[in-house]
């Protein structure tokens, strides 16, 4: 399983790190995204990492404020987050693809990953 953390309420602007810890498998061998979805809107792809990190993504409304990593011996991946907007607001998902082990590239497909955790919320106050 996958547990994210590192939720809370900020203001625009600010900055929030989010953690998505796993138990039962090792992260570094399973390409991981992070997902979010707002009040009353589908669920979107905000970035993925590949095995090794050898291929990273980022949804284009996102990039060069976000960063997906990965620590190994954490067994842990991160979205950091700054220049947080308030339209960034939502419950915000990690989820790993364990179908496919040791992949060199990513998606940002929700139905390309099977193992989901439970969310946690991001909200930005204007």
């Known amino acids: 399983q996958v547990v994210e953390s590192g939720g809370g309420l900020v203001q625009s602007g600010g900055s929030l790190r989010l953690s998505c810890a796993a138990s039962?498998?090792?992260?570094?061998?399973?390409?991981i995204g992070w997902f979010r979805q707002a009040p009353g809107k589908e669920r979107e792809g905000v970035a993925c990492?590949?095995?090794?990190?050898?291929?990273?993504n980022y949804k284009d409304s996102v990039q060069g404020r976000f960063t997906i990593s990965r620590d190994s011996a954490k067994n842990t991946v991160y979205l950091e987050m700054n220049s947080l907007k308030p339209e960034d607001t939502a419950v915000y998902y990690c989820?790993?693809?364990?179908?496919?082990?040791?992949?060199?590239?990513?998606?940002?497909?929700?139905?390309?990953?099977?193992?989901w955790g439970q969310g946690t919320q991001v909200t930005v106050s204007s």
């Open positions: 039962g498998f090792v992260l570094d061998n399973y390409r």
């Open positions: 990492i590949s095995t090794s990190a050898s291929n990273i």
């Open positions: 989820a790993a693809d364990l179908h496919r082990r040791r992949t060199y590239y990513c998606n940002r497909i929700s139905e390309d990953y099977d193992v």
